[in-house]
C-alpha cells in the first residue's frame, strides 16, 4: 500500500513561471490537506479538498495560488509566477475520514524559486 | 503571541537519556494534540495522538496534555540515535480539518 506520493521531490522555477505540485493520496483517502513549511518555520496550513471541492482554503494566498482534487487524478497545488518567497517544502497529507487527525504526510515538494 | 510556541532548540543528548519536548498554546479551543517526527528531506510522521488532558503512553513515547497550564510534553525514554530528528507538536480544534504546528525541536541523540 503505497503512502502519499508527492512529485516532484525538487522543483526549480524562475521567477515569474509557474509551479504545479502533485498529490496521490493513499488508496481509499478522499481528504487532502497541503501545507507549507518555509525555512525555520514549522508547517502552515494552506487547503482542505474533498474530491471535486474546496472546503476549507483559508490558508491560502489570496492571489497566485489555486488548489483542485478532481474526481480523477491527483490533486494539484498551482503557484503561478512564482517570486521567491514561494521557496519551500510543500507537503501533502490526506485521510480517509473527516476530522481523523491522524494524517499522513508525503515526503513533500522542495520548491527553489531563482 | 504565537498560537503555539515551541522552543526550536537544538537539543542534544547522549544515547539512553530521557527526553522531554513541550508546547505551550493560547488557544483554550485546542481539544486535539498530537505529534509528529520529521527526519531531514522526509514529510512528518505521526508519533502520538491525544484528546483532551492526561497522559498517553506508546513504547518509549509518552504524551502529557495539560490543558489548564495550556501545555503539552512529549517524552522519549532510552533514546536510542535513531531518534535524532525534528519533533513537531500540532493542535486543533474540534470540528475543524486545520492543524496548527509548532516550529518543531531539532533532537540530536548523540552515541
Known amino acids: 500500500n503505497a503512502g502519499v506520493m508527492q512529485n516532484p521531490r525538487h522543483l526549480v522555477r524562475r521567477r515569474g513561471q509557474e509551479a504545479r505540485l502533485r498529490c496521490s493520496p493513499m488508496k481509499g483517502h478522499s481528504h487532502v490537506y497541503w501545507y507549507r513549511q518555509l525555512p525555520e518555520e514549522g508547517l502552515k496550513f494552506m487547503v482542505y479538498?474533498?474530491?471535486?471541492?474546496?472546503?476549507?482554503e483559508s490558508g491560502m494566498p489570496k492571489e497566485r495560488f489555486s488548489a483542485e482534487f478532481p474526481k480523477e487524478g491527483p490533486s494539484i497545488l498551482r503557484i503561478q509566477q512564482v517570486v521567491r518567497g514561494d521557496s519551500a517544502a510543500y507537503f501533502c497529507?490526506?485521510?480517509?475520514?473527516?476530522?481523523?487527525?491522524?494524517?499522513?504526510f508525503g515526503s513533500g515538494t522542495r520548491l527553489t524559486v531563482v | 503571541q504565537k498560537e503555539v510556541e515551541q522552543d526550536p532548540g537544538p537539543l542534544s543528548v547522549p544515547e539512553g537519556a530521557i527526553v522531554s519536548l513541550n508546547c505551550t498554546y493560547s488557544?483554550?479551543?485546542?481539544?486535539?494534540f498530537m505529534w509528529y517526527r520529521q527526519y531531514s528531506r522526509k514529510g512528518p510522521e505521526l508519533l502520538m495522538y491525544t484528546y483532551s488532558s492526561g497522559n498517553k503512553e506508546d513504547g518509549r513515547f509518552t504524551a502529557q496534555v495539560d490543558k489548564s497550564s495550556k501545555y503539552i510534553s512529549l517524552f522519549i525514554r532510552d533514546s536510542q540515535p535513531s531518534d535524532s530528528a525534528t519533533y513537531l507538536c500540532a493542535m486543533t480544534k474540534g470540528g475543524s480539518e486545520k492543524l496548527v504546528f509548532g516550529k518543531g525541536t531539532k533532537l540530536t541523540v548523540n552515541p
Open positions: 479538498l474533498q474530491k471535486e471541492n474546496i472546503i476549507d
Open positions: 497529507a490526506s485521510s480517509p475520514l473527516e476530522a481523523n487527525y491522524g494524517y499522513t
Open positions: 488557544n483554550s479551543a485546542f481539544q486535539y
